[in-house]
């Protein structure tokens, strides 16, 4: 680094190349290297962006060193606390917390998009009925843009605000009408007297039969749950909508391919991984035989719900992950859970051990989360979903922020080339056997 604390040098084959350092309001500052390639003929390589900020963004913060979240510069844990789903969504979208009055309009607004166009109803039985339920999320979202064409005007800021808005309004109703269509139930409409975390709950578990009760601990549960997986700053998933989105392609479409993203176990996967995980060691006994496979790099098996690309200390969402999975417990009356017990046994296993600790691994947001969608009802395939539910107003909010930015440009990264240099075509008879 130069003496100049705002200036970065660079030198490449004797010549130095001067680069501005930009500051955030918090956090590590960057070297601008837009102008490299000009300057230098060369590119910078950073293969899983460990080093590089792909843009600038004003929505959430994460000092993974200290185990800090901030949404819109508010701590998770004051909003899980305090705040509720909706609340956080219009923070993240709109950059405030509402006032009242701003608060009951948007709530209105969320509450009258619940509902899908009917012909939607009929997409569903496309799909097989073991279908996993992320794979029709996909295939329902994107399909979204061929049912709501008066919001897919990218450049038209309120098509872009009618299109989140039926995105966090409908994503409960598609996913809940997923998971009905996955177990053969009909689909349940929405309530609008009901809140937002109810009204999924009453969507995935009421049948016609019966008179359907939120029981209200739960539904805050479910509530912190959707708060706690609103946004993470630029994860795979989120680049990948930006990065969909730089072309501009339709919200929609952009939404379905950071579900696609999100589906893989080292993103949102893990937390059905992480659940499966516990199942198959089952008793605590066995935590030490299966630490142990975590640790013989030649078993290819991680110990899933932990370890972090950002936080290299407790990711502050699983704190309040292992708090509610108590409350969820103590409410259903289930006084032993094996699985929270295996949980327990391996987080102690795993934060007194020199392999975690040399690493900093620690258990994320999807050590925990898995115990309590299942105590709440939902089945392992479904976990994913509920994460693809709470991050879409996320997702949506990042991309606007990048629609609106005035210096916005397709995404194109660029490469190290390792392949065969240029040669010439051999036809097929002059290529041996
Ligand atoms: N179990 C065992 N070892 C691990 C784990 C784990 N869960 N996570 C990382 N490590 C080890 C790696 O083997 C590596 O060891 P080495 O230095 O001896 O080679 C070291 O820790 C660094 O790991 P990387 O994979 O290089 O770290 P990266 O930042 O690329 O990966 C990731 C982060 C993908 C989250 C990883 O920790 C992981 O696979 N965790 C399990 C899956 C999981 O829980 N994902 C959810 C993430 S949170 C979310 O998306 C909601």
Redesign the pocket.
């Given at each position: 680094m130069a003496d100049d604390p705002k200036k970065a040098v660079l030198e490449l084959a004797g010549t130095k190349v001067e680069m501005p350092v930009k500051s955030g309001t918090i956090g590590p500052d960057v070297v601008d290297i837009t102008k490299l390639y000009a300057q230098t003929g060369a590119f910078t390589f950073d293969p899983?962006f460990t080093s590089t900020a792909a843009c600038e963004s004003k929505i959430t913060y994460i000092d993974g060193d200290e185990g800090v979240l901030l949404y819109r510069g508010y701590p998770i844990e004051q909003l899980a606390e305090h705040g509720d789903f909706l609340e956080t969504c219009y923070l993240l979208y709109y950059g405030e917390l509402p006032t009242p009055s701003q608060r009951k309009e948007f709530d209105k607004n969320i509450t009258y998009h619940t509902m899908v166009h009917e012909q939607m109803t009929r997409f569903y039985q496309g799909f097989r009925r073991d279908a996993h339920p992320m794979a029709v999320m996909v295939a329902v979202v994107g399909a979204m843009s061929a049912f709501y064409h008066d919001s897919t005007d990218i450049n038209d800021a309120r098509q872009r605000e009618i299109a989140c808005h039926r995105m966090i309004a409908k994503l409960p109703t598609i996913a809940a009408m997923a998971y009905k269509y996955h177990i053969g139930q009909p689909f349940v409409y929405p309530q609008n007297s009901l809140s937002y975390a109810a009204n999924f709950l009453r969507m995935c578990f009421a049948v016609p039969c019966e008179e359907y009760v939120v029981n209200p601990i739960l539904a805050r549960a479910m509530d912190r749950i959707f708060i706690l997986h609103a946004d993470h700053e630029q994860?795979a998933s989120t680049s990948t909508v930006r990065l969909a989105g730089s072309s501009g392609a339709n919200p929609f479409a952009c939404i379905a391919a950071g579900i696609a993203c999100l589906w893989g176990?080292?993103?949102?996967g893990?937390n059905e991984a992480?659940l499966e995980m516990l199942q198959q060691i089952g008793d605590p006994a066995k935590v030490p035989e299966f630490i142990a496979k975590?640790k013989d790099k030649t078993s290819h098996i991680?110990?899933?719900?932990?370890?972090?690309?950002v936080y290299k200390n407790y990711d502050p969402r699983a704190k309040i992950m292992q708090k509610t999975a108590h409350e969820v417990l103590t409410e259903l009356g289930i006084k032993d859970d094996p699985l929270l017990e295996v949980a327990r046994e391996l987080e102690k296993a795993a934060l007194s051990d020199q392999y975690f600790i040399e690493?900093k691994?620690y258990p994320?947001?999807?050590f925990y989360s898995g115990i309590i969608l299942r105590a709440l009802g939902f089945p392992t395939s479904m976990f994913t979903v509920l994460f693809a539910l709470a991050r879409t107003v996320g997702w949506i909010s990042q991309w606007k922020e990048m629609i609106e930015d005035p210096g916005q440009k397709i995404g194109r990264p660029r490469q190290l080339y390792t392949g065969s240099p240029k040669r010439d075509y051999v036809p097929l008879t002059m290529r041996g056997k």
């Amino acid at each position: 680094m130069a003496d100049d604390p705002k200036k970065a040098v660079l030198e490449l084959a004797g010549t130095k190349v001067e680069m501005p350092v930009k500051s955030g309001t918090i956090g590590p500052d960057v070297v601008d290297i837009t102008k490299l390639y000009a300057q230098t003929g060369a590119f910078t390589f950073d293969p899983g962006f460990t080093s590089t900020a792909a843009c600038e963004s004003k929505i959430t913060y994460i000092d993974g060193d200290e185990g800090v979240l901030l949404y819109r510069g508010y701590p998770i844990e004051q909003l899980a606390e305090h705040g509720d789903f909706l609340e956080t969504c219009y923070l993240l979208y709109y950059g405030e917390l509402p006032t009242p009055s701003q608060r009951k309009e948007f709530d209105k607004n969320i509450t009258y998009h619940t509902m899908v166009h009917e012909q939607m109803t009929r997409f569903y039985q496309g799909f097989r009925r073991d279908a996993h339920p992320m794979a029709v999320m996909v295939a329902v979202v994107g399909a979204m843009s061929a049912f709501y064409h008066d919001s897919t005007d990218i450049n038209d800021a309120r098509q872009r605000e009618i299109a989140c808005h039926r995105m966090i309004a409908k994503l409960p109703t598609i996913a809940a009408m997923a998971y009905k269509y996955h177990i053969g139930q009909p689909f349940v409409y929405p309530q609008n007297s009901l809140s937002y975390a109810a009204n999924f709950l009453r969507m995935c578990f009421a049948v016609p039969c019966e008179e359907y009760v939120v029981n209200p601990i739960l539904a805050r549960a479910m509530d912190r749950i959707f708060i706690l997986h609103a946004d993470h700053e630029q994860n795979a998933s989120t680049s990948t909508v930006r990065l969909a989105g730089s072309s501009g392609a339709n919200p929609f479409a952009c939404i379905a391919a950071g579900i696609a993203c999100l589906w893989g176990p080292a993103h949102g996967g893990a937390n059905e991984a992480a659940l499966e995980m516990l199942q198959q060691i089952g008793d605590p006994a066995k935590v030490p035989e299966f630490i142990a496979k975590v640790k013989d790099k030649t078993s290819h098996i991680r110990l899933m719900g932990f370890g972090h690309r950002v936080y290299k200390n407790y990711d502050p969402r699983a704190k309040i992950m292992q708090k509610t999975a108590h409350e969820v417990l103590t409410e259903l009356g289930i006084k032993d859970d094996p699985l929270l017990e295996v949980a327990r046994e391996l987080e102690k296993a795993a934060l007194s051990d020199q392999y975690f600790i040399e690493r900093k691994l620690y258990p994320n947001v999807d050590f925990y989360s898995g115990i309590i969608l299942r105590a709440l009802g939902f089945p392992t395939s479904m976990f994913t979903v509920l994460f693809a539910l709470a991050r879409t107003v996320g997702w949506i909010s990042q991309w606007k922020e990048m629609i609106e930015d005035p210096g916005q440009k397709i995404g194109r990264p660029r490469q190290l080339y390792t392949g065969s240099p240029k040669r010439d075509y051999v036809p097929l008879t002059m290529r041996g056997k």
